[in-house]
């Protein structure tokens, strides 16, 4: 395998931390090349000094004279703000993307690098919610792939290699349920911040955790399945799997199930997408399936977790309908995590911002963008008047 030059887009986050461990374990396939971070300025200088990234970026641009003082004397080149970003992106001296922002603002990066001709290793799940058409269509324009780093659609990629289009009747997307798996909705309404923060399996940013907590994750994740893999809606299946060892499953239209497992380790498959279609070893956790016991499944209780008919909906009415989902969500977990709302405040401002949303059929980046900037405002005036 030739040497990847690489670049990580929210190299400060859970997802970018670990892809570093990955590339650390093998210097000898990668290279980093450009280090990016919202505000983390310290975290982002010794990363890009560690691993000698050409480039760092700090996208809150008044943090950039921390950050070039941090890399003063280095090898590294400091800079600051979204422009440059998407400026370094366009380089040829960049191989593989790996975008690990959080939310709508790794739409553009993605977009950029897409039309640069990288390869998209894609971590950052709001990308394709928000805008999956235009990201597929630039996908297939540009011959950049875009290869699934969430642990369940990298499963879902690995059980379709070398499987026709054709022949696939359904994909079982798994979730391990969150922290309220067992929670009455009496207690759920009730739950705090430090409470949805305690994930059974994974460790994940905050965002993500308060997503998983009330199955939003699942149906944003439904929705880039829909994008990644050419599928409708009817045709992906979510299924609780609290064990979290079978991360997805594909069912063929003979009646076979391919499932893909593991130990709940993110470095697998972010491994997996850096390496593709190479498979180099892993220092990781292995399972051992003496110890196992049962491995089991039911169906979401869609009642006490409502978010994930949201979901549904929001891809079944398409066009902008996504992104305004998206946007309101980003801002009631923001205000979820501060203390100023409930728990189900969220889905109800989620559903209210959606029910009020003006529909564009075929959203452009820029209806995108407005999309995102009236809901989201829209969804901080709803978050004010609780």
């Known amino acids: 395998m030739k040497k990847r030059k690489i670049a990580i887009l929210g190299s400060t986050g859970s997802i970018g931390t670990q892809a570093l461990d990955v590339i650390g374990q093998h210097p000898d396939l990668f290279e980093v090349e450009l280090l990016t971070a919202n505000s983390q300025v ?20 008044d943090r950039y004279d921390a950050l070039a003082s941090a890399l003063d004397g280095t090898d590294t080149k400091a800079f600051a703000g979204m422009d440059s970003v998407c400026s370094l992106l366009e380089g040829e001296n960049i191989d593989l993307v790996l975008t690990a922002m959080v939310g709508f603002s790794g739409l553009r990066p993605t977009l950029t690098a897409i039309r640069s001709g990288k390869v998209i290793a894609l971590a950052n799940k709001e990308t394709l919610v928000a805008g999956g058409a235009l990201v597929m269509e630039a996908s297939r324009r540009y011959h950049a792939p875009v290869i699934p780093v969430d642990s369940e659609h990298s499963a879902i990629f690995q059980c379709l290699l070398g499987a026709p289009a054709e022949s696939v009747s359904k994909i079982h997307l798994t979730a391990s349920g969150g922290p309220f798996l067992t929670w009455p909705k009496e207690r759920i309404a009730q739950a705090r911040p430090a409470d949805a923060l305690k994930h059974p399996k994974w460790s994940m940013g905050a965002k993500v955790t308060i997503d998983s907590a009330s199955l939003m994750n699942k149906g944003l994740e439904m929705i880039e399945a829909k994008w990644l893999f050419d599928r409708r809606p009817e045709d992906i299946h979510v299924l609780v799997h609290p064990e979290s060892i079978i991360h997805s499953m594909v069912e063929f239209r003979d009646g076979a199930v391919i499932a893909q497992l593991g130990c709940p380790d993110m470095r697998l498959p972010i491994q997996f997408a850096l390496a593709f279609p190479d498979r180099p070893a892993l220092d990781v956790p292995r399972l051992d399936f003496a110890q196992l016991g049962r491995l089991t499944f039911q169906e979401p209780d869609r009642d006490r977790f409502p978010a994930l008919d949201i979901a549904f909906t929001a891809i079944r009415r398409g066009g902008n309908i996504p992104c305004a989902m998206n946007a309101a969500n980003e801002a009631a977990v923001a205000a979820f995590l501060a203390g100023r709302i409930g728990f189900y405040d969220i889905t109800n401002i989620v559903a209210a911002c959606m029910d009020g ?5 075929e959203p452009s980046f820029d209806d995108l963008q407005a999309t995102h900037a009236e809901i989201r405002s829209r969804a ?3 978050i004010g008047k609780l």
Not at 42 to 61: K, M, P, T, W, Y
Not at 357 to 361: I, L, N, P, T
Request: net charge negative; glycine share 4%.
């Open 357 to 361: 949303a003006d529909f564009v059929a």
């Open 380 to 382: 901080e005036e709803m």
């Open 42 to 61: 310290d975290l982002l200088a010794s990363q890009a000094v560690r691993f000698g990234a050409n480039h760092a970026v700090i996208c809150r641009e």
